[in-house]
């Protein structure tokens, strides 16, 4: 009877082996988390209009998490049938973000730097402060929640 194992199986291998598998696959996710956060990424290629020359810079922001756990047991019933089993694993996620923030101009009059703004973000961060000023002015108001003073 032969044996198939999958790659990865961490109920075939040792516990060390299946950590070990373990970190290299988070060690080989990070590494191309990090390489998001290169030059590349960072500052666009050029583009050159006559005389002038724009190059686009961006926010990059890469977040990741990651998890390892592993154990190991012994279960038997009698003496002759003594199995122990162990086991690893881990998990992991992240996501990459980025956004314009800025367009680098070169030109015959000199480099200047034009930010670009987010019209939406703005409106949002306006709306949800009046909706926040709005819900405390009205919990301020309410006669409800006034304390009571007992008056002699």
Known sequence: MTDISTPGSASQATPLAATSSTVNTIHTTLDKFLSAANVEAVYGPSISQG????????????????????????????????????GGGGGGGGRVLSRPVAAIIMSPDGVRVEP????????????????FMATVLTRMNNPKRRPKFDRE
């Open 51 to 86: 005389e002038n020359v724009v190059i686009p810079a961006a926010e990059v922001l890469s977040m990741v998490g990651f998890g390892l756990g592993s154990g190991g047991g012994s279960q038997g019933t009698s003496e002759s049938s003594n199995t122990s089993g162990s």
């Open 116 to 131: 670009i703004v987010d019209v939406t973000k703005i409106a949002l961060a306006v709306f949800t402060t009046l909706g």
